[in-house]
């Protein structure tokens, strides 16, 4: 089973918080749904800060019946078709070179001709 991660947690005060709204790390965090112990990772250089099941702590029967981590009737959840067909999308490719129709003028960046003062005239060069 693979687990994904969580953005809201659970303090043992009774308070479900966001992710973004975290003010202190050292709380002890459960899940908002199945009550089963978080474990808390921070940051990193390309992912936001998040929080995943203690698979190690706990009951596994728990972890199984929590809504958020077993699929509706066995069947994948939104959220994990989502997220595949994003990762065979292309990446995005941004224009910055302009080629404007009506000067005959090429600029870089913002879609807008330095003479006739439009982008409308402008194509991807």
Request: hydrophobic content about 35%; some cysteine; glycine content about 6%.
């Amino acid at each position: 089973m693979q687990i994904p991660k969580c953005y809201i947690a659970l303090r043992k005060t009774g308070e479900i918080v966001a992710i973004s709204q975290l003010n202190s790390i050292d709380d002890e965090w459960l899940c908002h749904h199945c009550q089963y112990a978080l474990i808390f990772h921070p940051s990193t250089r390309t992912s936001p800060p998040w929080f995943e099941h203690d698979i190690l702590k706990g009951q596994p029967e728990a972890l199984l019946r929590c809504p958020y981590l077993a699929p509706v009737n066995g069947k994948p959840s939104a959220v994990a078709k989502l997220q595949r067909l994003l990762t065979q999308l292309p990446p995005v490719m941004t224009t910055t070179l302009w080629y404007c129709t009506l000067c005959g003028l090429i600029c870089g960046g913002r879609k807008q001709c330095p003479h006739c003062r439009t982008g409308i005239y402008s194509r991807e060069e």
